[in-house]
């Protein structure tokens, strides 16, 4: 293993996750480390998770037994958090990915932050906001992978409208490149990023878009310079307003 890349617990919450993602969420996690500790957890006598049978096999995750003790209750949470408290106090990992739609892994995610932890989520777009603003890095399923096979139209990238309308996701740019812009107003793309990182769990997929530059040009709020593989960006700047000529009157007629 590279010096360079992360040690990881992937951590599978297989009650709300699907199975047919699995080789996607393994080959996004490749690109930043090994995982490897992957354990998926449920009742896996219940019919729901028949699906995962063949993906624990051929991926090598460890199913972690829950029965239902109570009704209603999801006794594979608890078992997941007591799970990753363990891995955690072990100090042998660098990150944690965390699969679930399920917003009640939100204190468990801050926890892991809190102690240095970087921690990939995936999840469905029902996933709640404050689980998918909690990690470091989360991901929906709907888009994972998808860009990566070349298949931008099943990406359903968001159009210009719809970014502009999301003042969330203006308002971050817009402070991320006026952040790092130079006294011209130009910011180099890779501080851009930096800056976007540090602040949550953004990541360009999740809008339709492969890389961060196509995003930000998609908007049509900014101009997009490339000088070989730099690539650079600075904020439009509305036109000014030029006052109307003033129409001469006819001479009158004599």
């Not at 209750?73 to 363990?86: L, Y």
């Not at 969330?168 to 790092?180: D, P, Q, S, W």
């Not at 953004?202 to 900014?222: H, M, P, V, W």
Request: aromatic share 8%.
């Amino acid at each position: 293993m590279a010096d360079n890349e992360l040690r990881l617990a992937l951590l599978i919450d297989a009650d709300n996750a699907p199975a047919s993602k699995i080789e996607s969420i393994l080959t996004e996690l490749a690109r930043h480390g090994v995982a490897n500790v992957r354990r998926a957890y449920g009742n896996w006598k219940n019919p729901h998770l028949k699906g995962w049978e063949a993906a624990l096999h051929a991926y090598a995750i460890r199913p972690i037994q829950q029965f239902a003790y109570t009704s209603g209750k999801n006794a594979s949470d608890m078992a997941m958090v007591i799970d990753a408290m363990d891995l955690l106090y072990a100090r042998t990992l660098d990150g944690f990915a965390i699969v679930s739609s399920d917003a009640d892994f939100t204190p468990l995610v801050m926890r892991l932050r809190n102690e240095n932890m970087r921690v990939f989520g995936f999840g469905e777009e029902k996933t709640p906001e404050p689980f998918v603003k909690a990690c470091s890095t989360f991901l929906y399923l709907e888009k994972l992978g998808v860009l990566d096979n070349g298949d931008a139209a099943a990406a359903k990238p968001k159009t210009a409208a719809q970014l502009r309308e999301d003042t969330t996701l203006v308002h971050l740019l817009r402070n991320a490149v006026g952040a790092t812009a130079d006294e011209s107003g130009w910011a180099h793309l890779g501080a851009v990023g930096s800056h976007i990182g540090n602040q949550g769990s953004f990541d360009s997929r999740n809008y339709g878009y492969r890389k961060l530059s196509d995003l930000i040009e998609a908007t049509g709020l900014f101009e997009v310079r490339r000088t070989g593989q730099a690539v650079e960006l600075r904020e439009l700047r509305e036109a000014p307003v030029r006052p109307r000529a003033r129409r001469r009157k006819a001479p009158a007629a004599k």
